[in-house]
């Protein structure tokens, strides 16, 4: 057992092991090998650890991350790392600490997981175990406002699950536990390939928070704990991309209409999101809805492979720049929304003016890659669009460090702004040395004076817009937009709804039977007992036709 | 003479069972000591002679025993690798739960009688497992039926006499309704052994009279249909939940609605053949039948406030998987339901003995007041939790190689629907478990703190048997793909027995 292979394992069984030393008197060892735990991702990236074949495990499990896989656990070891680092440090005798460090092991060990399957049974065990782990996350305040977002977060997301699970389903049906390379052929030969593909699309499309299903996110994100919402928001998104680039038929047909489909509900979702978000009030909001509109880009991107097959190779190593830009800069503004010190804003800005896609910065390589990949007519009309997205993040990042920038005040534990800073650090660099990879020429491309230009002028724009919000604060008034925009109201109605059904129901003359939904399950319930004193004799009499009518035929001719 | 007893094994081990309950009548109430010495060890002999039988059918070994019992009828038992599926999950979760009910009913009263019918209810199942024609099968079916009362009705209290009634009117209902098939099938073919891939002489007969046999088919169907809790014969099992914890894990986990289940089986595979029951149309209907049971299950289990009342709906839903399996035909939806009789054996006994810890340790029976008990009994607590997360089907667990396969065969056999309901049943299964799962973890418990404080976790004796099956839960799942899992040993019966399919 000297396979190298086996150290695939070790993402996803050291952060439990890790948890395991929680209990007990083994504590601070245990934390501190907690947040060491997700830098054994970057084991899985050793050369010669491949694939490792496991047939005695669930329905003959296989490991091995794809390119874009691999490019995750680059980007997952770092983050989750500074998350767990975040969590640990200075929470030493907190309410609840051995719970959430739990909950964030687990969940960075599913996420390791889905980013090393290399089989379908196994990524949807990971998937679906990850999503389930989250919850515990989202509601770890207690609070009903915590409450509220896990009953959302999990509601859409076990609804979604049901999605994720006939789609598998179908796919097992043709090629049983099929290895993931195989899966996209399969989707593209598949008897029922159109409900299958929406089934996939569906089904990830919570996750990866494409309007409207991104409600939670703007619920789960200011309720649960810093350091969750920076896994959450850096790396649990984007499994869902990951599901979609193994199981779509990206690179084998194109699909015109579901692509231009999902570049459009993208690049509507950004939009949508940065405008939504820039009236919100808390920094945390404000940064949910910057995950969603940065998500609305990626999904662009997953559109624009699925419209064109030709473009799934550059849309796949501008798909894993963008979301390592993503990744790195998102969790180190969460992790520094968690910092309480006066001068906080420092450590927001670096990686806030990448979201904003400054030139020169990950950001604007980042999109710089996107444009890349757009061409044809679908890339003249999404020009317009990429520039008012970018635009508008400029004004959502604006808003960010005007509401975040100076702390409550107090003193910051060593671990902590260490793993802000260790992020910072690294979203300069990482999306950089990861296009040097993946994308030959991406980087000098974004670096062209022309290309220079056209990133800065959606930047200034923003900043203008910012500008002027600020010069006429007293005058100009945000809309109230609750968080998660349309789930409150839709809430209240469908209370209010219920409400005025039942008193409709109270005022209608009295009938001897009303369908209300409790009325029809206590009719089952009498109709059982009913049935219970009929049953017996029901049986008996319909045994005795039966058997009598069986006779009867047997002795004819 | 060795060789004689090994042949012999099949009646051996239900000798065991039988004088193991004869030992513990004559022991009467007192005698403690003696009475669990008895109990472990025909539960461990019988065990053992499954496990021998299950080693001499890998080694390609038949075992059958007959004898005449009237003119023209013999009883029959016969050790198919079927057999032993259902035998093997008996025998060992029999074991488990004899420990657990010597744990749970120890200090209160009729424990002979209990223990007693306790054994003669597992005799009966054992028979109904190892049983090798349609006579024996009805024999231990009827045995099985009146075993079970005393255990219904052991608290003696009016809600357990009123459960008993309405036990005893389903099933001798049932009971009379398989009566009458089998008289009718043997007055039409006469004495035959149950044969993989359906009987000759019964598609002979349907060929002459297809009427009759669609008539007796139904018959037979809807005496197991009962046990087996198929909508609209479901309503004993909720009410059934009056009687202990123990008794309800056996209800639900093995004997009665297993034996219902497994009664179907051998019906449709073994006694016309998948091919003749779906040609004369019956299976489509079973199909439909299971489908709708599932769902309606899942609904009613919603709507329960008391915690052993929404796991006896849960059954009624997850056991008509398995008849679902049978009816869509097809090699890999039978692997399905196979499985699923012992996934669901499993994760269903782990959830009863939990709640009956719960109501034991802590004396409670609802789900509102289960807030915070993860704090007070957290190993319970985990057990619980991932038996309730094998029904939802969440991967690696039992529950969710179940679902696969029966996805995957209802696929293969063109019926798309059936993906519909799994998901659907997820979804129902989410609901009615998850909810419960936050109160036992994440709410905070009474203020008042729980009753009976000062202790900790439940008795050692109630604890380990659902650490175990809840271990066999994550392990049926996790190890699936060996050849010693359920999955495995289903996918051997339906290579050996059911090529055809």
């Not at chain 1, 003249?380 to 975040?404: K, N």
């Not at chain 2, 007041?369 to 007070?376: D, H, K, M």
């Not at chain 2, 696969?404 to 997820?426: F, P, R």
Request: net charge positive; proline share 6%; aromatic share 8%.
């Amino acid at each position: 057992m000297s396979d190298p292979a086996l150290l695939l394992l070790a993402p996803v069984l050291a952060p439990l092991a890790a948890a395991a030393l929680l209990g007990g008197r083994l504590q601070p060892l245990g934390a501190g090998l907690l947040a060491a735990a997700p830098l054994t991702a970057l084991l899985a990236l050793i050369p010669g650890v491949e694939a490792l074949h496991l047939p005695w495990l669930l329905l003959d499990t296989r490991l091995g991350p794809d390119a874009l896989g691999r490019a995750l656990l680059a980007l997952a070891a770092p983050v989750a790392a500074a998350a767990l680092l975040f969590a640990v440090a200075g929470s030493r005798g907190q309410p609840r600490r051995r719970g959430l460090l739990t909950a964030l092991a687990v969940t960075t060990a599913a996420l390791m997981g889905v980013l090393l399957a290399a089989d379908l049974a196994s990524l949807y065990f990971a998937y679906a175990a990850m999503t389930l782990a989250a919850y515990p996350l989202v509601a770890h305040a207690r609070t009903p406002e915590a409450f509220r977002a896990g009953r959302v977060y999990l509601g859409m997301a076990v609804l979604a699950e049901a999605a994720v699970l006939a789609a598998v389903l179908l796919l097992a049906a043709e090629g049983g536990n099929a290895a993931l390379t195989e899966v996209p052929a399969l989707v593209a030969g598949h008897e029922h390939r159109t409900a299958l593909v929406g089934l996939i699309l569906a089904g990830f499309a919570v996750k990866a928070g494409v309007v409207p299903l991104h409600a939670w996110l703007a619920l789960a994100h200011p309720a649960a704990p810093v350091p969750a919402s920076a896994l959450l928001s850096a790396l649990l998104v984007k499994a869902a991309l990951v599901a979609w680039w193994r199981l779509l038929p990206i690179g084998e047909l194109a699909l015109p209409a579901f692509g231009t489909a999902l570049v459009a509900a993208g690049l509507l979702s950004s939009l949508y999101a940065s405008l939504v978000g820039t009236a919100q009030r808390r920094a945390k909001t404000v940064l949910a809805y910057s995950t969603v509109s940065q998500m609305g880009l990626l999904t662009a991107l997953v559109g624009l492979a699925l419209h064109r097959a030709e473009a799934a190779p550059a849309a796949g190593a501008a798909l894993a720049v963008f979301a390592l830009h993503h990744g790195l800069a998102k969790g180190a503004l969460f992790l520094a929304c968690g910092l309480q010190g006066r001068r906080r804003g420092w450590y927001l800005l670096l990686p806030a003016l990448a979201l904003a896609g400054l030139p020169g910065s990950t950001g604007a390589l980042a999109k710089a890659g996107l444009k890349q990949v757009g061409g044809g007519e679908l890339g003249a009309a999404l020009e317009p669009l990429l520039l008012a997205a970018s635009a508008l993040t400029t004004v959502l990042m604006a808003r960010l460090l005007y509401l975040a920038w100076r702390g409550p005040g107090g003193a910051d534990p060593a671990g902590r702004r260490l793993a802000v800073l260790a992020l910072v650090a690294l979203g300069l660099g990482g999306p950089w040395l990861a296009a040097a990879q993946l994308a030959p020429g991406l980087s000098g491309y974004a670096l062209q004076p022309k290309a220079m230009v056209e990133a800065l002028v959606p930047v200034l724009a923003g900043a203008l817009l910012a500008a002027g919000g600020v010069a006429l604060r007293r005058h100009l008034r945000l809309p109230r937009i609750p968080e998660g925009d349309w789930i409150k109201p839709a809430l209240l109605a469908g209370a209010r709804l219920r409400r005025a059904g039942r008193r409709g129901w109270r005022r209608l003359p009295a009938w001897r039977w009303r369908p209300s939904g409790a009325a029809l399950l206590r009719g089952a319930g009498a109709l059982e007992q009913r049935l219970a004193s009929v049953a017996a004799s029901g049986v008996l009499l319909l045994a005795l036709l039966l058997a009598l009518a069986a006779l009867g035929a047997l002795t004819g001719p | 003479m060795s060789a004689l007893l090994y042949a012999y094994l099949p009646l051996g081990a239900l000798a065991t069972a039988v004088v193991t309950a004869a030992a513990i009548f004559a022991l009467g109430d007192a005698r403690r000591r003696q009475r669990t010495f008895w109990n472990l060890f025909g539960a461990t002999a019988k065990l053992l002679m499954v496990a021998a039988m299950v080693g001499g059918v890998l080694e390609g070994h038949t075992f059958a025993v007959a004898w005449p019992a009237l003119p023209g009828v013999e009883l029959r038992l016969a050790a198919d690798p079927l057999a032993l599926l259902f035998a093997m999950l008996s025998s060992v979760l029999w074991l488990v739960t004899t420990v657990y009910a010597i744990a749970y009913l120890e200090h209160s009263g009729q424990r002979a009688r209990f223990f007693g019918f306790f054994s003669l209810c597992v005799a009966a199942t054992f028979g109904i497992a190892l049983a090798g024609n349609a006579f024996t099968f009805l024999l231990f079916y009827e045995m099985l039926t009146l075993a079970t009362y005393p255990l219904v009705v052991h608290r003696g209290h009016p809600a357990a006499l009123a459960a008993g009634r309405l036990y005893l009117a389903h099933t001798l209902g049932g009971g009379a309704a398989l009566l009458a098939g089998t008289v009718a099938l043997y007055a039409a073919v006469g004495e035959q052994p149950f044969t993989a891939g359906g009987i000759p002489a019964v598609a002979l007969w349907a060929e002459q009279a297809p009427a009759a046999a669609t008539a007796v088919l139904v018959l037979l169907l809807a005496g197991v249909a009962v046990k087996a809790a198929l909508f609209p014969l479901q309503g004993w099992l909720p009410a059934a939940m009056v009687a202990p914890a123990p008794v309800s894990a056996l209800l639900h986990a093995v004997a009665v609605v297993k034996a219902g289940a497994f009664g179907v089986v051998r019906i449709i595979e073994d006694v016309y053949g998948y091919p003749l029951a779906a040609e004369l149309g019956v299976t489509p209907a079973l199909a439909g039948l299971a489908a709708v049971t599932v769902v309606y299950g899942s609904v009613r289990a919603l709507a329960q406030v008391d915690l052993k009342r929404r796991l006896a709906f849960s059954t009624v839903s997850q056991v008509s998987f398995i008849s679902l399996g049978v009816a869509l035909g097809g090699p890999l939806a039978l692997i399905g339901g196979l499985a699923h009789l012992v996934h669901q054996g499993v994760m269903k006994i782990t959830l009863f003995f939990c709640a009956g810890n719960y109501a034991e340790t802590l004396g409670i029976h609802r789900i509102d007041a289960l807030n915070g008990v993860g704090r007070r009994m957290p190993a319970t607590s985990a057990a619980f939790t991932v038996a309730a997360l094998g029904m939802i089907g969440l991967p690696p667990l039992a529950g969710f190689i179940s679902k696969w396969y029966l996805g995957i065969g209802a696929l293969a056999q063109g019926q798309a629907w059936v993906v519909g309901v799994l998901a659907a049943s997820t979804l129902l299964n989410a609901a009615y478990f998850l909810p419960v799962l936050r109160r036992i973890w994440l709410l905070p418990p009474p203020a008042a703190g729980f009753p009976g404080a000062g202790g900790a976790e439940a008795h050692r004796g109630l604890l380990i048997p659902a650490l175990l099956t809840a271990a066999a839960v994550l392990l049926a799942g996790l190890l699936a793909a060996t050849a010693f899992s359920p999955l495995g040993w289903a996918e051997r019966i339906v290579e050996r027995g059911y090529p055809g399919l």
